[in-house]
């Protein structure tokens, strides 16, 4: 008997769904009314009156209050909203065998689960993705990773308006709206850094994870009340030579702890991931 082989179309309009609907995930439901790759947005937040709104602003939203029905349906899971919803979510898709794109990537400097999640999704052949996010130079940094890579320096400098409540520097009675110089905050490793600053610092999680990892990936975190956007300076030297670049971010409308661009790259991500080119990679 003759074999019949169905080749799946990837290039038909697919479903996705996003975990929160802050600045990240409102910026995604809006664009994604002009993605023709995107059929519908699963929309889901501990906050419904904020995902209702989505919903009736944008004819691609819909409302879900817990994303394990749909996960049948949809091609990807977006992470928008925290690294404890990172935590939580990451392994539900992943044993679906759904694909997650995961914006609070500070969350993988716990290394039980980073393993953990890493062993589930080829386990389950699934895929993690790591956009990324505000800062500009990653995919040199991955690449030249196949060399010797001798030194990974971030310095992050932001107003202080974009620092929020951080226990870290309450714990050291330092309030960012009090500042008037320019401040060092922090210095050390990109893993004391993700744990210190939670909602700060992702980019630091995804240059190490891009590079030499987060125990010899140095951070430099600094306050400084004469800027108004949030600069990230990437420089690292080796085998390959050097990497010197400078990304400086206007703050996002929404929320001023999030540079718009970290929004952007998500988008950037899903049409990737959901259409048929991948350029940058």
């Not at 309009?13 to 600045?23: F, H, L, R, S, T």
């Not at 899971?77 to 539900?92: F, G, H, M, N, T």
């Not at 600069?231 to 080796?238: D, I």
Request: proline letters at 5%; glycine letters at 6%.
């Amino acid at each position: 008997m003759e074999r019949v082989y169905i080749v799946p179309n990837h290039h038909l309009p697919v479903d996705i769904c996003v975990i929160g609907c802050g600045a990240i995930g409102a910026t995604i439901a809006r664009e994604a009314e002009d993605i023709p790759d995107i059929e519908t947005v699963y929309l889901t937040d501990r906050s419904q009156e904020c995902a209702a709104k989505a919903e009736e602003k944008f004819s691609k939203v819909r409302y879900v209050a817990d994303i394990v029905p749909i996960l049948t349906k949809i091609r990807l899971v977006v992470e928008a909203a925290s690294q404890d919803a990172a935590r939580y979510y990451l392994p539900i898709a992943l044993s679906a065998g759904v694909d997650v794109l995961i914006m609070s990537v500070g969350v993988l400097h716990d290394e039980e689960f980073q393993s953990d999640v890493f062993r589930l999704a080829r386990r389950k052949d699934a895929k993690i993705f790591v956009p990324s996010g505000a800062i500009g130079g990653v995919d040199a940094l991955s690449a030249a990773r196949f060399e010797d890579i001798e030194e990974v320096v971030l310095t992050t400098t932001k107003p202080p308006s974009a620092f929020g409540e951080v226990q870290y520097l309450k714990s050291k009675g330092i309030e960012p709206l009090e500042i008037r110089v320019r401040t060092t905050f922090f210095e050390g490793t990109a893993k004391e850094a993700v744990r210190h600053f939670p909602q700060n610092i992702n980019v630091a999680a995804t240059i190490a994870l891009a590079g030499v990892g987060f125990d010899r990936t140095r951070i430099r975190i600094i306050c400084d009340p004469q800027v108004t956007t949030n600069e990230h300076h990437l420089q690292a030297r080796g085998r390959f030579g050097e990497i010197d670049v400078v990304t400086r971010n206007a703050p996002s409308p929404r929320n001023p702890k999030t540079s718009y661009l970290a929004a952007l790259s998500a988008l950037s991500a899903i049409r990737k991931i959901t259409g048929p080119t991948w350029i940058g990679a």
